[in-house]
């Protein structure tokens, strides 16, 4: 009798323990659905942006520079302060 009490108070604590992980377990995976987090939002909607950003400033400069006409630019050179001139074939 004593040893089926025994079994019966580790059934109960193992079961005890069990609910306990169980309960634990579930508040955790519903924490981390219910927040996401500021900072993955703000990484996410910075990279959009970024990426739309880059698509309308390159959609601008295939529209306007063929547009231009542009003779020559002036590009100053890294030695002894000399100048030279490049001609631009836009």
């Known amino acids: 009798k004593t040893q089926t009490k025994d079994l019966d108070s580790m059934e109960e604590l193992a079961q005890t323990n069990l609910d306990r992980v169980s309960d634990t377990a579930k508040k955790v995976e519903d924490r981390l659905k219910r927040k996401k987090g ?3 939002t703000l990484a996410t909607w910075s ?4 990426v739309v950003g880059v ?3 390159c ?3 295939m529209r306007t520079l063929p547009k231009r006409k542009v003779q020559s630019l002036d590009i100053g050179g890294a030695v002894g302060g000399l100048w ?6 836009f």
């Open 55 to 57: 698509w309308v400033l």
């Open 84 to 89: 030279r001139r490049v001609d631009s074939y």
């Open 47 to 50: 990279l959009i942006g970024t």
């Open 38 to 40: 500021w900072k993955k």
């Open 59 to 61: 959609f601008m400069v």
